[in-house]
């Protein structure tokens, strides 16, 4: 399943250009992702209570289109599990008339905050302690 977030450009995170800033892209990206689990059920007072949490290993960005003030964007977010202790994010970020603005691929994983180590099946680990497992499947 694909999960959205609605966003607009706002002026100061415009760089010198007048578009949207490159960092901005990553935040607007990190933001679907803690809304996705949010709606899961999974907010990050629940992960940390049980000693987990989401970490980045590996981020990509291809922009494709500048974004500018006052623009609404909709971020979108999937998790991709596979074998093994990560899994893929693949996210968009789509202009209103759907023109895609960024391509944002990554590899995730879920951390053990006691042993600092990767957890096995991070995707059945997070489907165990969410109320809506579905939307974190892709």
Same mark, same amino acid.
């Given at each position: 399943?694909?999960?959205?977030?609605?966003?607009?450009?706002?002026?100061?995170? =415009?760089?010198?250009? $007048?578009?949207?800033?490159?960092? +901005?892209?990553?935040?607007? #990206?990190?933001?679907?992702?803690? !809304? =996705?689990?949010?709606?899961?059920? =999974?907010?990050?007072?629940?992960?940390?209570?049980?000693?987990?949490?989401?970490? #980045?290993?590996?981020?990509?960005?291809?922009?494709?289109?500048?974004?500018?003030?006052? !623009?609404?964007?909709?971020? /979108?977010?999937?998790?991709?599990? $596979?074998?093994?202790?990560?899994?893929?994010?693949?996210?968009?970020? =789509?202009?209103?008339? $759907?023109?895609?603005?960024?391509?944002?691929?990554? +590899?995730?994983?879920?951390?053990? @905050? /006691?042993?600092?180590?990767?957890?096995?099946?991070?995707?059945?680990?997070?489907? /165990? @302690? #969410?109320?809506?497992? !579905? @939307?974190? /499947?892709?």
């Amino acid at each position: 399943m694909t999960f959205f977030v609605d966003v607009t450009v706002r002026g100061y995170e =415009l760089d010198t250009q $007048g578009h949207l800033n490159q960092a +901005v892209y990553l935040q607007y #990206a990190e933001h679907a992702r803690w !809304e =996705l689990l949010r709606a899961a059920g =999974l907010p990050q007072e629940k992960l940390l209570a049980d000693g987990v949490g989401p970490v #980045a290993l590996e981020v990509t960005v291809k922009f494709l289109k500048e974004l500018r003030g006052g !623009e609404r964007v909709r971020v /979108s977010c999937r998790f991709d599990y $596979g074998k093994g202790k990560t899994f893929t994010v693949a996210q968009q970020i =789509l202009k209103e008339d $759907g023109t895609v603005a960024a391509d944002i691929t990554g +590899v995730a994983g879920i951390l053990d @905050l /006691s042993t600092r180590r990767l957890i096995p099946d991070p995707g059945g680990r997070l489907a /165990s @302690l #969410a109320k809506d497992p !579905e @939307l974190l /499947s892709g």
